[in-house]
């Protein structure tokens, strides 16, 4: 199992040309807006509700204290972390088995419901990818051609490519072009937001950097949400469409995503059923959330059922029953992976010859999650409106997985070790982490260590037994500290940096 917890207050302070599923039932339009919507109901299969109930009720952490930990209710740990409002969706062979929504659009707002829109951040991507896949398999867009032969309105400044070995769809897809790394921070609603070139030339208004190809192409594997906006740029040039409408023509109403939205900003008539984006302390994102007209990148609106709808397509796909993507299209994708990605995918082998195809997102304030094995058609979809989300994300997928009987996405079962409290103190100090510049302060607190940040911020650990390696303690979200000393006095491995202690503290802290 790939565990990816996000701490980041310790690292920085439509419609559908588909005729709906007569299962799914529509709300009715709201009298109050003009713009008519229907949305997704919550829908729970006939046969689902001991499954569902398995789920709802079961969440545990990723890290289990053997005989300690027990499991809670998803609201429960929803308070737990701060976060407002839980959308989620499960799918069981092949079709809708559940949807749910918890919480509230903020703290003084209406209840969240299966109609409710959240950010979805990264899920663009693999969203663009299937578009992008629909065009070439009607013979608009090739793959291995040049990006260059797009744009009309951009050209790439010098770097690695080069005429035998280009840019292309293809390797921008599968973030294998060598563009620099990086995401997008988005801009608050009373911020001016620059034009596509204007992000990809780093130029004012755009909070970015400017897109370069600094590796050669096809070489290596390296995020980019740079890349994705060349693609966006490419298309626009190409079909010249606003991106929205070509996503909306191209995917969203032919699956049937039919409150799905890449436009930014996102219409006013919109807003009484979006979720507000929360920061880590549960303060609500000024303005509610930002925007991202890095659409292809991050720019997607949705609901959970949306996104159960997109990877239910993907199974069809698979399996050559779809309408809308071809075989050939999913065998494209799973056909040349680079270090257990294909296309932004990450493949999670579940032991058993099968893989889950799993993708996460994250912007201001919202986090997000798909996972889907092909074959079996099992998945499920998460959508949070906190920084926090990300753990509860994958608690949730957990649950699932416990409930459904999935090898992957489990819990991590550790024992707590006792220690004296003389060698707990004797691991405490200010420890020194020269590469990020932090001074990070450990100290005992009962029988525990507290690990404090810059900010203030505070993550207690416990001290485990693991396996073939000695004095490692452990926060209940996975995360892991090691202490150790070859000689040149104590360090701490932590969030996958090393510190050296720097002065000892002499008296216990509160």
């Known amino acids: 199992m790939i565990k990816y917890v996000i701490f980041i207050f310790f690292i920085s302070s439509l419609f559908s040309t588909v005729a709906a599923d007569t299962r799914y039932k529509s709300l009715s339009a709201d009298s109050k807006h003009p713009e008519f919507y229907k949305g997704w109901s919550c ?92 065009m070439k398999a009607s013979g608009l867009v090739d793959f291995d051609q040049d990006i260059e032969t797009y744009f009309s309105s951009y050209r790439l400044p010098e770097g690695q490519q080069s005429k035998s070995n280009p840019i292309t769809l293809r390797n921008l897809l599968s973030h294998s072009a060598g563009i620099v790394r990086g995401g ?56 010249n469409r ?18 799905a939205d890449f436009t930014v900003p996102l219409p006013l008539s919109k807003h009484s059923h979006t979720a507000r984006g929360h920061e880590i302390d549960g303060s609500v994102i000024a303005g509610g959330w930002n925007n991202y007209p890095e659409q292809a990148a991050a720019g997607l609106w949705a609901t959970a059922t949306d996104l159960a709808m997109f990877l239910l397509e993907l199974h069809k796909g698979y399996h050559g029953k779809s309408d809308v993507f071809t075989q050939a299209s999913i065998e494209d994708i799973l056909s040349t992976p680079i270090a257990n990605h294909a ?80 060698f ?36 207690p650990l416990t001290m485990v037994g693991i396996e073939g390696s000695e004095h490692q303690f452990a926060h209940e979200t996975g995360v892991i500290a090691r202490f150790y000393d070859e000689g040149e006095g104590l360090k701490v491995h932590i969030f996958g940096q090393t510190g050296q202690r720097h002065v000892s503290v002499s008296s216990n802290s509160n």
């Open 424 to 459: 707990l103190k004797s691991l405490t100090g200010t420890y020194n982490f020269p590469t990020q510049n932090w001074k990070v302060s450990v100290v005992q607190q009962q029988e525990s260590l507290q690990f404090v940040f810059p900010a203030g911020n505070r993550l």
């Open 343 to 422: 296309y932004g995918f990450r493949l999670i082998n579940d032991g058993n010859g099968q893989v889950f195809m799993t993708h996460y997102g994250g912007t201001v304030g919202y986090r997000a999650g798909i996972t889907l094995n092909l074959r079996t058609g099992n998945g499920a979809v998460f959508l949070a409106n906190s920084d926090n989300g990300s753990n509860l994300g994958e608690e949730f997928f957990s649950a699932v997985a416990r409930a459904y009987e999935w090898p992957v996405f489990r819990e991590k079962i550790i024992k707590r070790v006792k220690h004296s409290p003389e």
């Open 43 to 134: 829908y729970t299969a006939s046969d689902a509700q001991v499954r569902k109930k398995q789920v709802t009720d079961g969440i545990l952490p990723y890290m289990v204290f053997e005989g300690e930990t027990k499991p809670v209710s998803v609201a429960t740990r929803m308070n737990m972390s701060k976060t407002p409002a839980f959308s989620v969706a499960v799918i069981h062979n092949g079709k809708l088995d559940w949807s749910q929504a918890w919480g509230k659009l903020q703290e003084d707002g209406g209840n969240a419901d299966c109609d409710s829109l959240f950010q979805a951040g990264s899920l663009a991507k693999p969203v663009t990818l299937m578009a992008a896949l629909r």
């Open 184 to 239: 997008y921070a988005g801009y608050a609603n009373n911020e001016a937001m620059p034009t596509d070139e204007q992000i990809v030339r780093g130029e004012a208004p755009s909070n970015s950097r400017k897109v370069e190809v600094v590796n050669k192409p096809g070489e290596s594997l390296a995020y980019s949400g740079g890349g994705y906006t060349l693609i966006e740029i490419a298309l626009q040039d190409e079909l």
């Open 242 to 259: 606003p991106f929205e409408l070509i996503m909306r023509d191209w995917l969203l109403a032919p699956i049937g995503m039919k409150q």
